[in-house]
């Protein structure tokens, strides 16, 4: 079985190598500084995972898929950035910022139809499967971007809503990651369904996590600045909590609407909500939550018919993505 290093350095090697047309420049230029600037590439890994349970022969075949997945998770970004007005993403100037708005659009759109084609190269006994899960998982994350821009003018949005649209916008790519590598490597369908389970729920915690971080991360690890979603008043996991256990909402909602436009204002802003969240503990509550998501990520292929190297190897992955947040 291929070791979790060597799928290291093959998704190094995979995007060192990645090329997109040169010409016009400022139209590929974006796509490559994205790729460039890096990330975790949790999606190509756990898909070269999935598939190294069942194959070890590491062609086109399931290299391009994997290079699609993080493709794909990188127009999301681009396109988020603008929708979020990020300025930093891991640490340096998004797209927009760099360049402008019209051009982060199109070259995002470019991107979008990059990752397909590269999907299109699954193997031609797959290629349907492959396909149309990941057509409906693209358009998946679509509808969850869609939900989190309409919670932006609901004074209220219950976990219940904000669970569906996390799994939509964050939990489905990571599963439909998991999956396609177990489609493509040849494993039966339960553990297809299973590995598919397994990064679905990986995917909340992860979600979780990464709000968490937003506001007690730092900066430096994190990548972006801390509190973007208290300067902007996005609704995170730990806003929704919040308001679910405050007995003042109304209290809660006026420091959430603080004014953050000069950099004492933002200071001041994240400093009174981050209160807000440990008197309620609700810093506690995410961390319980990001626990309880990871368990039930390692259930799901508990009885899959993964072998218990097999589950171990995923308990491991689960362990470096999550533990950041611990």
């Not at 340096?92 to 759109?109: F, H, K, M, Q, Y």
């Not at 899959?304 to 171990?312: H, K, N």
């Amino acid at each position: 079985m291929i070791t979790e290093s060597q799928i290291d350095l093959i998704v190094k090697d995979m995007f060192r190598g990645i090329s997109f047309t040169s010409e016009p420049q400022g139209l590929y230029d974006p796509l490559r500084y994205m790729i460039e600037i890096g990330g975790k590439r949790i999606r190509p890994k756990l898909c070269l995972t999935a598939y190294s349970f069942f194959n070890d022969n590491f062609g086109e075949e399931i290299l391009s898929p994997a290079a699609a997945l993080e493709v794909f998770h990188s127009f999301t970004l681009m396109h988020d950035d603008i929708m979020d007005r990020s300025p930093l993403r891991r640490g340096v100037p998004t797209v927009w910022t760099r360049w402008n708005e019209s051009t982060a659009i199109l070259s995002g759109d470019v991107m979008l139809i990059d990752a397909y084609k590269r999907m299109a190269r699954a193997p031609q006994h797959v290629h349907d499967k492959v396909m149309n899960l990941f057509f409906k998982t693209t358009v998946e994350v679509c509808e969850g971007q869609q939900y989190d821009m309409d919670f932006e003018s609901k004074d209220m949005v219950t976990m219940e809503e904000y669970d569906k649209m996390i799994g939509l916008k964050t939990a489905v790519l990571i599963a439909c990651s998991a999956k396609t590598g177990a489609l493509i490597g040849g494993a039966p369908d339960k553990i297809c369904d299973a590995l598919y389970n397994y990064g679905y729920q990986l995917g909340m915690a992860f979600q979780i996590a990464d709000d968490y971080l937003d506001a007690f991360g730092d900066e430096k690890v994190f990548g972006k600045p801390i509190g973007g979603d208290i300067v902007n008043s996005k609704k995170s996991w730990l806003t929704v909590r919040a308001l679910e256990k405050s007995s003042d909402k109304k209290g809660f909602m006026e420091a959430f609407a603080l004014p953050a436009r000069s950099d004492a204002q933002k200071a001041a802003k994240i400093s009174t909500v981050r209160q807000l969240y440990i008197t309620l503990g609700v810093d506690r509550d995410a961390k319980d939550e990001i626990l309880h998501f990871t368990a039930r990520a390692m259930k799901a292929v508990e009885d899959s018919g993964l072998t218990r190297r097999q589950i171990d190897e995923l308990d491991d992955f689960a362990e470096k993505l999550i533990g950041r947040a611990k």
